[in-house]
């Protein structure tokens, strides 16, 4: 059985709220299922943006901003533990354009300190929202007591912090996310920290100067660095030739699938596939009659066609030919296929 939840706030806390889902941040196409727990020492933060507040309450607000950076969203339901208090509570956190980190710090811990109780579950906030058995109502759960390494079923993430260690964990799936994106979510949070605590009257939204242990490889790292974090996907100069690579290490496996009639309500879907081989030749086809056409470098190509194999096809090839590719739209009444090379004579 589910034990009960608590409302934090007012009563129609969740009334205009949108649900938010976490994205998948695994890498992977077919990524493992099993725990994983990242951990990560958090400095003591001298003073808190305004006296008085719970710096909790900041790692509330952090935690809400780091989140919505990912999931794109200013409004973010998070699910609350202490370790007076034995209950879980909903809190909401929702900042606009213009709110400071001191504004929301303090609005969240007023809601947090004269919290207004009334016993529901998961599943009566699930039926509120309209959500399936599957669907997470909260998008995390954030502990603030000893560290407990156990994710729930009930929440896809789980943040919890132990205030005598300072130390701030990330419990998750394998399936949600890499465990080198954990690390980076964590590091996230620990600057946005740090920075609300000094810069009290900056804007939420604006996304402040981070240290490069929270950059991507892409920002910070080699070359080397970038293929050993990727070393199934080597660099290229030229994206086509990504194409060309999978072309020789895997011919045969299928580089795009079209369908037709793609629709929920059919069992059955039928489709057309084409292998990185022969995706790779008649690209190079297309290539070759635009280049005997008369195309020049960074020549421009309208394309019309519908968006199925042939049309993949022609994209890359008008990129392999050195020409830059225009998607024109046909006309309402007519149905019609053309490519035109468009020189530019000025």
Known sequence: MTSPTFFYGTWNCLEGYS???WPDLSTDRSPPNYAQKTSKYIPPI???PRNGSSKNTLFLVAIARTIGAYCRTSDVLLAIQTSH???TGLLRITWDGERLWDELIHEVDTVIQGKYKHPTSIATVREILSLADYQHPCIALCRFDKVNSQVTGDYPIVFAFSPSSSCLEL???TSAMHPTVSTQILAQVSDLIRYASQHTSAKVSATPDLSPEVLSIYEKGSDEDIIAAYPHLSPVKFAP????QRSHDMPQETALRWYSNLSLDSPELSFESISYLEFHKKSNQIARWLLSLG???EGRVAVCLDRNL????????????GGCYVPVSSFPFYHYTFL???QDRS
Do not use: K, W
Not at 241 to 244: D, G
Not at 310 to 321: D, E, L, N, Q
């Open 19 to 21: 649900f938010t889902e």
């Open 46 to 48: 001298e003073s808190c």
């Open 85 to 87: 208090d034995s209950s």
């Open 171 to 173: 419990l998750s799936s």
């Open 241 to 244: 030739e990504y194409l060309t």
């Open 295 to 297: 195309l020049e470098q």
């Open 310 to 321: 042939v049309f993949h096809t022609v994209m890359i090839g008008v990129m392999r030919a």
């Open 340 to 342: 035109m090379i468009v």
